[in-house]
């Protein structure tokens, strides 16, 4: 234990003595999650939309004028018939279509809820998530607001329709994408080229002989990054909770063992580079090319996978960030536990000991 | 088996698949001894030297360092020698202090004994005045003396210098070898590698690898006179070219 802890403050030393690898571990989640979380809020100013309001009573009015107003909308086109929606949306200015389907004040009295339709151009997926977001907001404000003179609370149901991208289910990608990336870079990479360095400088030769065994070796040089690891979780959680106001339904106890799952794979991922790799900078091109291109691309975060072709389909399977995205959006969106989650825990588990496996067998063949 | 020998080898033999790295080498190294082990790159020594601390296993044959058997006790060997790699390998963003309590501390060694040690070690090698700044910083030939003292501290019984003296300058060379000298004077067994002929001459006696095979050993003084030579390297050169 005492030889471990030395281990641990040794590499801990080496952390915060390198500058370059201080900015990746710590300054990286916090302008990756700012970047994207800004890029993508900032592109709803002032969308164009358009009307199709067949009842043209007082709520539809109401709610059209409170739209309008609104910072985010600008009406832009009233329709007049449903079949003009295709040519209106081809022309690719007006990104969202509200429709009022006939006598919605009347159905709302009487029956105490009614339904508006709205449908959107998810070609461009994010922007699309973040309208319906938007526009679901304003209709549920203006809810609450007239259920206020009320005494049987009425209901307006906002029913959603993605054109030409229906698969696309998710908002806030990008808190799991980068929370995902920051662990895959954290665990992987950084690990991968710690270990390559001991090998570069002589001093993995030198830990070989002494009385540590091969495992200590290399628990001890991974347990730090375990630790890093989970801090930027949690960092990068906060951020995208309490800056980007990303939901919290889950379980958070389900969620942090996952990610330790998660970040477990993710560094045996990283042991197995290292022992294919003698230096550092081939570490690190083997990180980036075969790690984290994939994350980004293969893993779902930026482009969906239902949208690629079947072969990059099959790929993406092969990636774990792509299972663990799956079980983020899940746990932070839909509450899901892990009665639902069980079979992409169990792909991730046995990624992680096949990782580990392979590791060994090449470390060991190494040594022979 | 002799165990008072400090290493003991019998036919010691390492094979890669169909070749032979290391064919049925056999020797003894006694306490205190400045034992030479040479040869050309690809000869076979850096193997058969991996083979004798313990981080790879022989196909075949026996070999005893320190007391302890290289195929069942490799832990035991591991604690008992102390080995130096041709990179002077210490960690560069780590100090002198740092690196000499993390090298103490994985051979075990308690807090007060690395202390000691290390003050020792300061003043023998007279670096009071850098002892807080990174080893990176430090010329070659001060981490070179560092990186042997360190694989000294936990007093292994054996040291395994593996080509120690690439790329130093010959004052310093010379330097090192005194300390080597002293080190063998106080009873440590000393196993060494090297590519120059000169350093040969250092030592008691002198082992030269062909293909795999020690085709010599013995002291320098009766090498050179079994080969008909003026120096070691005349001795080299005439077995390399049989």
């Not at chain 1, 329709?79 to 429709?99: M, P, R």
């Not at chain 1, 839909?334 to 639902?340: Q, Y």
């Not at chain 2, 003991?8 to 003894?28: N, P, Q, R, Y």
């Not at chain 2, 100090?95 to 020792?120: D, V, W």
């Amino acid at each position: 234990m005492k030889r471990f802890i030395g281990f641990v403050k040794k590499e801990i030393y080496h952390i915060l003595r390198d500058r370059r690898s201080l900015f990746i571990l710590f300054g990286m989640p916090i302008v990756q999650i700012l970047l994207f979380g800004f890029a993508i809020t900032n592109e709803i100013n002032n969308v164009k939309i358009g009307i199709l309001d067949k009842s043209n009573d007082e709520i539809s009015r109401q709610l059209i004028q409170k739209i309008d107003a609104s910072p985010y909308f600008q009406i832009d086109q009233y329709l007049y018939d449903s079949n003009e929606f295709e040519t209106t949306f081809k022309k690719g200015k007006i990104k969202a279509i509200l429709v009022f389907e006939a006598q919605t004040a009347k159905e709302l009295i009487t029956k105490g809820s009614v339904k508006i339709q709205v449908l959107t151009d998810a070609t461009e997926p994010n922007t699309a998530n973040t309208i319906l977001n938007y526009i679901q907001a304003i209709i549920q404000n203006f809810q609450s607001e007239i259920n206020l003179q009320q005494t049987i609370p009425l209901q307006i149901v906002v029913e959603s329709k993605m054109l030409y991208n229906p698969e696309l289910k998710s908002v806030y990608l990008f808190v799991p994408g980068v929370m995902t990336i920051i662990l895959m870079l954290v665990s992987a990479m950084m690990t991968s080229i710690s270990i390559a360095k001991e090998k570069e400088i002589g001093t993995m030769e030198i830990l070989l002989v002494s009385p540590l065994n091969p495992s200590q070796v290399i628990v001890g040089k991974v347990f730090p990054y375990i630790l890093l690891s989970i801090f930027n979780a949690i960092v990068i959680l906060l951020l995208g909770f309490f800056v980007f106001g990303m939901p919290m339904n889950g379980n958070l106890v389900l969620l942090g063992l996952e990610s330790v799952l998660f970040i477990l794979s993710a560094l045996s991922l990283g042991i197995l580079i290292s022992t294919i790799s003698q230096t550092q900078q081939t570490a690190m091109m083997i990180s980036l090319m075969g790690l984290l291109l994939p994350v980004i691309l293969l893993s779902g975060y930026i482009f969906p996978i239902s949208s690629m072709p079947q072969p990059l389909q099959i790929m993406s399977n092969i990636v774990p960030a792509k299972w663990y995205i799956i079980i983020l959006k899940g746990i932070m969106l839909k509450a899901s536990g892990i009665a639902l989650l069980w079979k992409e825990t169990l792909i991730l588990v046995i990624m992680t000991l096949f990782f580990l496996a392979l590791s060994v067998k090449n470390y060991k063949i190494r040594l022979e | 088996m002799n165990t008072d020998k400090s290493i003991w080898v019998k036919d010691l033999t390492k094979k890669f698949g169909d070749f032979t790295a290391v064919d049925a080498i056999s020797f003894e190294v006694g306490k205190g001894e400045i034992f030479g082990f040479l040869g050309a790159n690809g000869a076979g020594k850096t193997t058969a030297m991996k083979m004798l601390i313990g981080i790879s296993k022989p196909t075949s044959g026996a070999a005893m360092v320190a007391g302890y058997d290289v195929f069942h006790q490799a832990d035991l060997v591991k604690q008992n020698i102390g080995y130096m790699s041709q990179k002077f390998a210490l960690y560069d963003d780590l100090t002198i202090k740092e690196n000499a309590r993390f090298f103490g501390g994985i051979y075990g060694l308690t807090n007060t004994e690395i202390k000691s040690k290390t003050q020792q070690l300061i003043t023998d090698l007279g670096i009071q005045e850098v002892v807080n700044q990174n080893v990176g910083s430090l010329p070659l030939g001060w981490k070179q003396k560092l990186a042997f003292s360190v694989a000294l501290l936990h007093e292994p019984k054996i040291v395994f210098l593996d080509e120690p003296t690439g790329g130093v300058d010959p004052i310093t060379r010379r330097q090192f070898w005194e300390m080597i000298y002293k080190q063998a004077h106080n009873g440590t067994t000393i196993f060494v590698t090297t590519h120059y002929m000169d350093e040969a001459e250092y030592c008691d006696r002198v082992s030269i690898m062909v293909d795999g095979r020690i085709d010599a050993l013995d002291t320098p003084a009766q090498l050179k006179k079994q080969f008909d030579a003026e120096s070691m390297n005349e001795v080299f050169l005439k077995l390399a070219r049989k």
